[in-house]
């Protein structure tokens, strides 16, 4: 559902949502059908859900 926020036990936002860049990235395809399956779970939006999973990964990996 485009434009959902729906809160979610599962899926704690971290990630400021106002005004942002944009980039354009190529991803592999087994990726891209993990993030849309995550947004269909969590009827988030998949640009919500990528930032969420980029930040993730990125603190684990203790770039930020």
Not at 27 to 46: F, Q
């Amino acid at each position: 559902k485009l434009g959902s926020m729906k809160a979610s036990e599962n899926f704690q936002r971290n990630v400021w949502r106002k005004k942002r860049q944009r980039i354009s990235v190529s991803l592999h395809p087994d990726i891209v059908s993990n993030l849309k399956k995550i947004a269909g779970e969590e009827e988030l939006p998949l640009s919500v859900v990528f930032d969420e999973v980029l930040y993730a990964g990125l603190k684990h990996r203790g770039h930020i």
